[in-house]
Nanobody, 119 residues
């Protein structure tokens, strides 16, 4: 069974940074697309960023562009990170990692990690 695990969430003040990590149970992610989503209270889950199987960033949502970066521990891509800088209160959400064959086909999801940005 494939398990996806996120970590690194927490409470941070506005303007601060956090780095979220995503790993899969016992195997590297280099054959997978890896995406980050977030769901704020009372809102739908939305995509934040995705890196495709070739390691290139496929998309980054406009609301986080220039502040959030998706990256991995090359070359084996054991862990994929979401580096979040210049955090804003509106970034408060549960952040999910998902993996699959492409950024449009995400088969496995983690349980999510809470990010809270205080003003």
């Amino acid at each position: 069974e494939v398990q996806v695990v996120e970590s690194g969430g927490g409470l941070v003040y506005a303007g601060g940074s956090l780095r979220l990590s995503c790993a899969a149970s016992g195997f590297p992610l280099d054959d997978y697309a890896v995406a980050w989503f977030r769901q704020a209270p009372g809102k739908e889950r939305v995509g934040v960023s995705c890196t495709n199987t070739d390691g290139h960033t496929y998309y980054t949502d406009s609301s986080v562009k220039g502040r959030f970066t998706i990256a991995s521990d090359s070359p084996k891509k054991n862990t994929v990170y979401l580096q979040m800088n210049s955090l804003k209160p509106e970034d408060t959400a549960v952040y999910y990692c998902a993996i699959g064959g492409s950024c449009h086909t995400l088969d496995y999801w983690g349980q999510g990690t809470q990010v809270t940005v205080s003003s």
